[in-house]
Each structure stands twice: as C-alpha cells, then as structure tokens.
C-alpha cells in the first residue's frame, strides 16, 4: 500500500530544531542521551528493564527509543 497525505494548513519546521527541542524536553525530564555509542548487545531483564552493553560500558535502562530513521528495521535485527 501506497498513500499520501496533504494537508495545507500544516507548517514547517526544521528537522535540527525539532530533534533538539525533543532531546532538551527528555533531559528535561531525566533521558539521559548517549551519542557516537556503539550498541553491542541488549538484553531485557525479568524486570522489565534493558541492559544495553557498549562500547562506553553497560547502561541499565527502563526504555530504549530506536531512533535510526529509516535503518531501524535493520538496526532491530542485529539485536
């Protein structure tokens, strides 16, 4: 399935801006952000909660956002 949407009243905006304003309202909120790190492994606990091991060390996490864009399938299946 192929579709579109157009919607004219919608605005613009741009995608730096956005991401920023994302990752300040996560701080904000206590995300911590981890950029340029490799991820090796991920293993969900009994707990619920992830242990993401990388190349900074291991991070015990309650989330895990996949924000690979269009490779997040791909990024998925490695794991």
């Known amino acids: 399935m192929i579709a579109g949407l157009f919607t004219p009243g919608?605005?613009?905006?741009?995608p730096y801006s956005l991401t920023q304003g994302?990752?300040?309202g996560a701080r904000k909120h206590g995300a911590q952000?981890?950029?340029?790190?490799m991820v090796?492994?991920?293993n969900l606990r009994e707990d619920g909660?992830?242990?993401v091991t990388t190349n900074l060390g291991s991070i015990l996490a309650k989330r895990?956002?996949?924000?690979?864009?269009e490779?997040?399938?791909?990024?998925s299946s490695y794991l």
């Open 10 to 14: 919608d605005g613009h905006i741009d």
């Open 22 to 24: 994302i990752a300040k």
């Open 40 to 42: 090796q492994k991920m």
């Open 49 to 51: 909660k992830w242990e």
């Open 71 to 75: 490779f997040s399938r791909d990024f």
């Open 33 to 37: 952000i981890f950029q340029q790190t």
């Open 64 to 69: 895990v956002v996949n924000a690979c864009g």
